[in-house]
């Protein structure tokens, strides 16, 4: 079975929470406690996980899906699973870039008061 079959019916986050229900146990409370905090429902995460996952997954990754669905006999659910067991990983996700170089420095402030003694009226002047 092809895995763009998977990522196509779980898209759906009613369909990607009725499969995360077939696979039940541990997998569904860290998916709970996963979206849980971000305030999205269980079957939002696990699509948008899939989407993800689509988009990032490496090309040793995608082997490893297509294996695991190939063996088998629920191939949608045995790709459901290793694809969130790979994103709750964290395994897709690129490297942090680095930071390029700024060269653009703020400018010097000099907050230093001067001391001036202004006359009478040139105190009267600025005021008004």
């Given at each position: 079975?092809?895995?763009?079959e998977?990522?196509?019916?779980?898209?759906?986050?009613?369909?990607?929470?009725?499969?995360?229900?077939?696979?039940?146990?541990?997998?569904?409370?860290r998916?709970?406690?996963?979206?849980?905090?971000?305030?999205?429902?269980?079957?939002?995460?696990?699509?948008?996980?899939?989407?993800?996952?689509?988009?990032?997954?490496?090309?040793?990754?995608?082997?490893?899906?297509?294996?695991?669905?190939?063996?088998?006999?629920?191939?949608?659910?045995?790709?459901?699973?290793?694809?969130?067991?790979?994103?709750?990983?964290?395994?897709?996700?690129?490297?942090?870039?680095r930071?390029?170089?700024?060269?653009w420095?703020?400018?010097?402030?000099?907050?230093?008061?001067?001391?001036?003694?202004?006359?009478?009226?040139?105190?009267?002047?600025?005021?008004?």
């Open positions: 079975m092809d895995s763009s998977l990522f196509r019916s779980c898209a759906n986050e009613h369909v990607a929470a009725a499969a995360l229900m077939s696979l039940g146990g541990a997998l569904v409370e998916i709970d406690r996963a979206a849980l905090p971000i305030g999205v429902t269980r079957g939002a995460f696990v699509a948008n996980l899939l989407a993800e996952y689509d988009r990032k997954a490496s090309p040793e990754l995608r082997k490893q899906l297509v294996r695991a669905m190939s063996r088998a006999q629920m191939p949608i659910l045995a790709g459901l699973r290793h694809v969130l067991q790979v994103a709750l990983r964290g395994a897709f996700e690129p490297a942090p870039r930071a390029s170089y700024c060269r420095r703020p400018p010097v402030l000099n907050w230093a008061a001067e001391s001036a003694s202004l006359a009478r009226e040139d105190l009267r002047r600025v005021l008004h």
